[in-house]
């Protein structure tokens, strides 16, 4: 591996916390979060400059012509990182912070850098989803959906997660936000180190 990029990935359920902790990281760490990319709509939560908006005929176009580092959806929703986005990020820092599903661990592990991996997830999947997303006031069939939707990732995924992640939080169990930002905090100082050791 001849590079000094970095990614550390954000991977877990709607709710968990994701782009809450990629906030307190991006604010306290010589990290960069690069623009992501998705064909749903605005949500009131979602955070400014975060996520740019294209509709589905568009982000396949990009897809077919490469430009995306990893990307993966279902039916109705996808999500991704462009490349021109990752390289605008790592601009500004050799490691970028970055959220993804399940269905992107093993491509993001294939990649050419070094990798971290983050879990965040439920032990309780239907009641924590229903609890933690009660502000975004989703219909209950959307809410049923995306519950059915995780709990078929969590059951189809589970070796990738259980092989690519580096660490795997409960958000439901009592666990601490502050344990869990701190330990962020080592992984992305031990992928300084690493940049040390390759240079």
């Not at 990281?25 to 690069?34: E, F, G, Q, Y």
């Not at 259980?162 to 169990?173: G, H, I, L, P, T």
């Amino acid at each position: 591996m001849t590079t000094n990029k970095n990614i550390i990935a954000i991977t877990g359920a709607t709710g968990t916390g994701k782009t809450r902790l990629i906030s307190e990281l991006a604010n306290s760490m010589d990290v960069s979060v690069p623009r992501h990319t998705t064909n749903r709509l605005p949500r009131n939560d979602d955070e400014v400059g975060f996520y740019n908006y294209i509709d589905t005929e568009e982000f396949k176009r990009l897809e077919y012509n490469n430009e995306f580092l990893f990307s993966s959806g279902d039916i109705k929703r996808y999500y991704g990182v462009l490349k021109k986005d990752a390289e605008n990020a790592w601009f500004y820092s050799n490691s970028i912070l970055v959220t993804c599903s399940y269905k992107d661990l093993s491509n993001i592990k294939a990649l050419p850098y070094y990798s971290e991996i983050i879990v965040l997830a439920y032990k309780d999947m239907q009641t924590s989803i229903v609890k933690r997303t009660e502000s975004r006031k989703w219909p209950d069939n959307e809410l049923l959906e995306r519950i059915k939707e995780f709990s078929i990732d969590e059951t189809k995924f589970k070796d990738d997660v259980e092989k690519c992640a580096s660490n795997k939080f409960y958000v439901d169990d009592g666990t601490d936000f502050e344990e869990i930002l701190l330990v962020c905090k080592n992984l992305i100082k031990r992928c300084c180190d690493n940049n040390d050791n390759r240079l």
